[in-house]
């Protein structure tokens, strides 16, 4: 019965109206996309050029993926970026802009400092997360400041502004509270410490407290339900980002027990906040007494929407630990490596602050030693050295087309950027 239920098929297949429908529609598709890459290649020899293409013997752009995994894998990102700007633009005078093409998606891969300056302030406005970034973070980010584009990002940046007024964050008990806590965990009589691992803990509980006003304690109590969801949600995150266009392989098992357990902790506290504030506009309980700032509170004073405070807190939770953690990790790192830099710092803090004061904001802002090796620090070691854009508008970019890569390349709308602040040095 199977034999001549098949054979039927395929007679039906073979039969002429059939055959002929299927090589028709086949066609339109394959014109359609030889209509559709023709235009757009003349949009972008409109606007520029090419950059040089990333090439391979695996179909689809995958061998660009395969090598680019591999070097995560073996912690080598930064040779990876590096040796492809020299091999594929080695004749270039610009030699820092490529692109690849995976699965049909575009990519411009640049650290050249014009393009850069191009896509994160003087062409800001053709530059942003995109349609694709906004709805694969939403669940998390919501529409936050850092998940939004355009008006929708003018808007959050406006109603965020007065909570990051200069008075309301120079209060630094909030910090010094958790440094109080870190220093125990350096003296270990010159036995090795992970000081990654402790910086991220150390940022959790400072981030934690800032935004929400509490204390998770990571430092005191590593095993803390909230850091480990908070640490496997900004793990699956990031293997999502760097598994386009293939994000659907991985798992994501745990991954929406660990947000429902964030928002569940979070939720409390934030509807607290949001009736405190509204008893005390209605007159019904006294105002409390300003106990330093307090990132929840000053949102909630500027709106007590619970999902705009919800996105927004979550934003600044994951803003204030990785790349804070990091920057302090390779600030002490390259401290450890010049003695000398050590000394002349010693001595600013003594003649500025002296060993045994606390410093005050103005203070800190006053002593350049310190300024510099932050600064030098965030030039070196950039805390986000991959930044992604999405083009909003058929643009440009200043420089990588041309035979000396000084010509502009054309951007259309959709393309995805990929900024490689790590090589801007």
């Known amino acids: 019965m199977f034999s ?32 559709v890459h023709v235009r757009n290649e003349a949009k972008i020899k409109q606007h520029g050029g090419r950059a040089p293409q990333y090439g391979g013997w695996l179909p689809l752009g995958l061998s660009f993926l395969v090598d680019f995994r591999s070097a995560v894998t073996s912690d080598e990102t930064l040779k990876f970026w590096n040796d492809t700007f ?59 400041i850092f998940n939004s584009d355009g008006q929708a990002w003018h808007e959050a940046r406006t109603r965020l502004r007065p909570v990051f007024h200069r008075e309301r964050i120079s ?30 803990r150390f940022t959790l509980d400072v981030s934690a407290d800032f935004t929400l006003g509490v204390g998770l304690d ?87 929407d619970r999902r705009f405070l919800r996105d927004e807190l979550i934003t600044a939770l994951f803003a204030g630990r990785d790349n804070t953690a990091m920057a302090f990790t390779w600030m002490l790192y390259e401290l450890a490596r010049h003695p000398d830099v050590v000394r002349d710092l010693r001595r600013e803090i003594d003649d500025q602050i002296g060993l045994n004061s606390e410093p005050g904001y103005k203070t800190l802002k006053d002593m350049k030693i310190l300024s510099n090796i932050v600064n030098e620090t965030l030039r070196l070691y950039p805390p986000v050295p991959l930044n992604t854009r999405a083009c909003l508008k058929d643009t440009s970019l200043p420089r990588g087309g041309g ?10 709308k959709g393309t995805v950027s990929s900024v490689q602040q790590g090589l801007t040095v």
């Open 4 to 35: 001549t239920t098949f054979s039927g098929a395929i007679r039906l297949f073979y039969n002429p109206p059939w055959l002929w429908l299927f090589f028709v529609v086949a066609g339109l598709l394959l014109a359609r996309g030889y209509v």
């Open 171 to 200: 209060d630094l008990e909030c910090f010094e509270r958790h440094v109080q806590d870190l220093l125990p965990l350096l003296d270990t009589d010159g036995q090795t410490v992970e000081i990654k691992d402790l910086f991220l």
């Open 403 to 412: 035979p000396l890569g000084n010509d502009p390349i054309g951007v259309l």
């Open 218 to 304: 990571t430092l005191k109590r590593p095993l803390n339900r909230f850091a480990e969801s908070f640490e496997r949600l900004r793990h699956w995150k990031i293997q999502r980002e760097r598994s386009k266009p293939f994000k659907f392989l991985v798992p994501r098992s745990r991954y929406q027990a660990d947000l429902d357990y964030i928002e569940s902790f979070m939720d409390p506290i934030i509807m607290d906040t949001v009736n405190q504030i509204k008893a005390e506009e209605a007159g019904e309980t006294p105002h409390k007494k300003d106990p330093g700032f307090n990132l929840l509170r000053a949102s909630a004073e500027v709106s007590t």
């Open 86 to 144: 020299m091999r594929l633009c080695k004749s270039h005078e610009s030699p820092y802009t490529a692109e690849a093409t995976i699965a049909g998606q575009r990519i411009i891969i640049t650290a050249d400092q014009e393009n850069v300056k191009a896509i994160l302030a003087t062409q800001f406005d053709d530059f942003g997360k995109g349609k694709k970034f906004r709805d694969d973070w939403v669940d998390m980010l919501g529409h936050s």
